[in-house]
């Protein structure tokens, strides 16, 4: 199975702050890549498909890039509702794995 | 507006079995692969199973493959999870998921249910 190590495990940030986080497959999964936010006692919310597609109705300071290993999420100017945990999910073949995830939290 | 309702999670003994079931609206169900998606307490997320549209293409998780079988029913808009041999790791809150594809090419799981909850405990 494809390995999804992703950084950081958290990190903590204030308002206004631009946040990246890192997700590196143990294999080439070309683009096949997405981002998804979880709030507390919610369902996961698709933020970004392809490794760089904005999904819709997601706001425009949230981007991805990267293709082949190595994939980052940008969170240009961190909102209070961005506080959440993000993962990242590869569906270039299955077992379809995710990231550890990374806990955003207040400075 | 997508609508996915999982139900038939609770407390089972370890050993035991359960069906979990999801019922689908607000989308033509039969031409979408569906999954199921998992989150042990405290967890992270984690890929169980997923079915295509026709139903005849199924994956497993290797944790719970020969254990877990995931079918669909098209005329009813509902996907299904019979788990069996259930083990305390397996205590989660199930998530039934879309998958949505784009230009025929590109997916990822676009809707999400709210999750029905699995307790495995004696």
């Known amino acids: 199975a494809i390995q999804m190590t992703q950084s950081p495990s958290s990190l903590s940030a204030s308002v206004g702050d631009r946040v990246t986080i890192t997700c590196r497959a143990s294999q080439d999964i070309r683009n096949d890549l997405g981002w998804y936010q979880q709030k507390p006692g919610k369902a996961p919310k698709l933020l970004i498909y392809a490794a760089s597609s904005l999904q819709s109705g997601v706001p425009s300071r949230f981007s991805g890039s990267g293709s082949g290993t190595d994939f980052t999420l940008t969170i240009s100017s961190l909102q209070p509702e961005d506080f959440a945990t993000y993962y990242c999910?590869?569906?270039?073949?299955?077992?379809?794995?995710f990231g550890q995830g990374t806990k955003v939290e207040i400075k | 507006e997508v609508q996915l309702v999982e139900s038939g999670g609770g407390l089972v003994q370890p050993g035991g079995s359960l069906r979990l079931s999801c019922s689908a609206s607000g989308f033509t169900f039969s031409t979408y692969a569906m999954h199921w998606a998992r989150q042990a307490p405290g967890k992270g997320l984690e890929f169980v199973s997923v079915i295509s549209t026709d139903g005849l293409t199924t994956y497993y998780a290797g944790s719970v493959k020969g254990r877990f079988t995931i079918s669909r029913d098209n005329s009813k808009n509902t996907l299904y999870l019979h788990m069996s041999s259930l083990r305390a790791e397996d205590t989660a809150l199930y998530y039934c998921?879309?998958?949505?594809?784009?230009?025929?090419?590109?997916?990822?799981?676009?809707?999400w249910g709210q999750g029905t909850l699995l307790t495995v405990s004696s």
């Open positions: 998921v879309k998958e949505g594809v784009w230009f025929g090419e590109f997916s990822a799981f676009d809707y």
């Open positions: 999910l590869q569906d270039y073949n299955y077992p379809y794995t």
